[in-house]
């Protein structure tokens, strides 16, 4: 087998197991052959049986149960073998042997089994390339030419000839097989190069589209969801396999307004259509989310579903509002703040000069009246000012620790012996994490909770419920009052923290100003979300300590 001796490297790029199988189809094809001689060769005896015995089919049966032999032998060490090279060598020097052996028992003259030769040579090429090929061709050159020369047939022409082309073809299925094996190789090679390439461009678009902060989702031209990346699943709680297949409109209801719309432009214009619409959380929770919609075209350039964009814009708009808030009133308050000093000054003059003339004057009861009618106003004015001047001035109050839930319950316990505030209203309280703390003002923030306890009562003056609790989110306190009141008008929204703005006959105004400032003050936050005759709910988060 010294012919064999390939340089290393000279197997295929294949891994051992395929290798392993390769060799083992090759082993099953022989075996094929032999059982197909191993047929004919009976036949032949039966057919023939008065001219030919048993006896004179002795040798070619030896070779077919060797081969057989062989064959069950090397296909059960198989599993075992370290050195596939070598072995696979050996499986190739056994076929050309076996090939040789058949055409010396069938007989030189007609050599009908040189074609095996081809067979054993294209395998060659298939695992050592053209070298290999080459090195098999030589081989079996070999062992025929040597047969031809022990065993040569009678007219020397024919012998001349049948050693000439089959040579050649030997040669010529070599260098095509190995060629060929070559391409194969190449192309392979390429393949997977594409594949792995395919699969890195596959895997970095997974990653970046599972990294993206914006929710992605995908539909066919049914409106049927196909894809829902990671940041959409976070952003609306629904998992991949539970919107996936869903009807878009099914999940998110606002949209269809814009949807429509969105298809009725893009039959215009290939931009895409960026609006906002609301989505409510299975939780309750209602998110502003604004998106941007596109078509979704193949690879011909066909539209074959959309592509939506969207992002929570929720927090976004809340800061906004918080800003524009915070600044209305910083410049309201500017100004008011120095109206209200200027107000306290004739204030206490009209307060003094009443006194005065109530004291030295003889008046009738009734003029008397009117002077206490204008005292008690002016008293009354004055407090008003005061309060907003402890609105609009700077707090200087000392800040110190102390669990919240605890000040919030003295406050709904003090606030649910108000009968006249709690009288039909069923005050409920679902309050969780008594041991988080924040830095602050204790007796402002039970003012904060006092107020929008009052304010809730005042929605329900024919009874209701309030319910309080609380959430704990990373390093923050979220703190819920719901009641199911009135609820507050849409376009009043907006105005419920500003000075002085209210919808109640005897009211001030400056109730909820004043809780909005204590909260900020607290580097806190309060929204509102309500529906006329539903209730409303206010929402308060404070850091923790």
């Given at each position: 087998m010294a012919f064999f001796t390939l340089k290393r490297g000279g197997l295929l790029e294949l891994p051992t197991i395929q290798a392993k199988e390769n060799t083992l189809w090759f082993m099953f094809l022989r075996s094929v052959v032999t059982t197909f001689l191993l047929i004919m060769t009976l036949i032949y005896q039966i057919k023939d049986s008065h001219i030919i015995g048993p006896q004179d089919l002795f040798p070619i049966y030896s070779l077919l149960s060797f081969t057989y032999f062989i064959t069950i032998v090397c296909a059960l060490l198989i599993p075992k073998v370290k050195n596939i090279n070598a072995f696979i060598q050996f499986q190739i020097f056994y076929d050309v042997l076996f090939t040789t052996s058949l055409i010396y028992i069938a007989g030189t003259q007609e050599a009908i089994f040189t074609f095996l030769y081809l067979f054993t040579i294209a395998f060659s090429s298939?695992?050592?390339l053209r070298t290999g090929a080459l090195y098999t061709a030589a081989f079996a050159s070999i062992c025929f030419s040597t047969l031809l020369i022990l065993d040569p047939i009678p007219h020397r022409e024919k012998h001349l000839m049948t050693l000439f082309f089959n040579n050649i073809a030997f040669f010529l299925v070599a260098i095509l097989s190995g060629y060929l094996s070559q391409q194969f190789r190449e192309f392979k090679t390429k393949l997977k190069e594409e594949e792995a390439n395919v699969k890195e461009l596959e895997d970095l678009n997974k990653i970046i589209i599972n990294?993206?902060?914006?929710?992605?989702?995908?539909?066919?031209?049914?409106?049927?969801?196909?894809?829902?990346?990671?940041?959409?699943?976070?952003?609306?709680?629904?998992?991949?396999?539970?919107?996936?297949?869903?009807?878009?409109?099914?999940?998110?209801?606002?949209?269809?307004?814009?949807?429509?719309?969105?298809?009725?432009?893009?039959?215009?214009?290939?931009?895409?259509?960026?609006?906002?619409?609301?989505?409510?959380?299975?939780?309750?929770?209602e998110l502003t989310l604004g998106f941007s919609l596109s078509a979704l075209k193949d690879a011909q350039n066909q539209k074959c579903g959309n592509i939506l964009i969207f992002e929570d814009l929720t927090k976004i708009m809340e800061m906004e509002q918080h800003l524009q808030r915070t600044d209305k009133l910083a410049a309201v308050g500017k100004l008011a703040a120095g109206i209200a000093h200027e107000i306290r000054n004739p204030l206490a003059s009209v307060s003094g000069s009443i006194e005065m003339l109530s004291r030295e004057l003889h008046v009738q009861d009734d003029n008397k009246k009117l002077m206490n009618i204008i005292l008690k106003e002016t008293d009354r004015l004055n407090h008003l000012v005061n309060e907003f001047l402890d609105y609009v001035r700077p707090t200087d109050r000392k800040r110190e620790s102390f669990k919240i839930i605890p000040a919030i319950e003295e406050t709904l316990m003090a606030f649910s012996m108000n009968k006249a505030a709690t009288q039909n209203v069923e005050l409920q309280f679902l309050l969780q994490y008594k041991n988080v703390q924040i830095k602050g003002d204790k007796e402002k923030i039970k003012q904060v909770f006092w107020n929008l306890l009052l304010n809730a009562a005042q929605a329900m003056p024919e009874g209701g419920k309030v319910l309080i609790r609380t959430f704990q989110e990373e390093d923050q306190l979220k703190i819920e009052i719901q009641d199911t009141g009135q609820g507050i008008p849409e376009e009043d929204i907006k105005k419920i923290f500003d000075p002085f703005f209210t919808t109640k006959p005897k009211g001030t105004g400056l109730g909820l100003s004043l809780v909005h400032k204590i909260i900020e003050i607290h580097q806190g936050r309060i929204f509102v979300n309500s529906k006329v005759s539903k209730g409303t709910t206010f929402t308060i988060v404070l850091p923790l300590e």
């Open positions: 298939i695992l050592f990294n993206m902060t914006s929710g992605l989702l995908t539909s066919d031209l049914q409106n049927n969801i196909i894809y829902f990346n990671q940041a959409a699943e976070k952003m609306t709680g629904l998992s991949f396999s539970d919107a996936y297949k869903k009807n878009v409109f099914d999940l998110f209801p606002d949209l269809k307004r814009h949807w429509i719309q969105t298809a009725t432009s893009q039959s215009k214009k290939e931009m895409p259509i960026r609006k906002i619409f609301h989505f409510k959380k299975a939780s309750s929770q």
